[in-house]
């Protein structure tokens, strides 16, 4: 899988913030380094999980029924046009999740280095 640039950018971005934070609090140990990667990773999946939701499908019956209801409402002879909500997403989640994995990665590597170092 190949993985775009700004995948790492951002990683490393986070990475760095993370570790400059708890460097600044005189807290650094890798439990809390641990802890504030998957801080924001789980940033990451939230926004990735909904688009990832919008761009299956799930959402455009939804959408369609309510364009339906209000298209009856309001102007029967209208034709309004919109935008699916599958179309929102697609290409978009994978920007969101590449970070979040890697940040996961991270935040297990940290985890696992800090029961190992005391």
């Known amino acids: 899988m190949y993985l775009k640039k700004s995948s790492w950018i951002i990683t490393g971005i986070s990475f760095l913030f993370s570790l400059l ?6 807290s ?4 809390s380094l641990s802890d504030s990667l998957f801080l924001f990773t789980l940033f990451f999946v939230i926004i990735g999980g909904f688009l990832k939701v919008f761009a299956s499908g799930f959402f455009d019956n939804f959408q369609r029924s309510f364009k339906k209801r209000e298209k009856r409402e309001k102007n029967p002879t209208a034709k309004t046009e919109y935008m699916k909500l599958s179309e929102v997403g697609r290409s978009s989640f994978r920007f969101w ?3 979040a994995v890697m940040l996961f990665i991270l935040s297990l590597v940290a985890l696992i280095l800090s029961t190992f170092i005391k």
Request: charge should be positive; proline fraction near 8%; aromatic fraction near 24%.
């Open 21 to 26: 934070w708890l460097v600044i609090r005189k």
């Open 28 to 31: 650094f140990s890798f439990a």
């Open 97 to 99: 999740l590449e970070p």
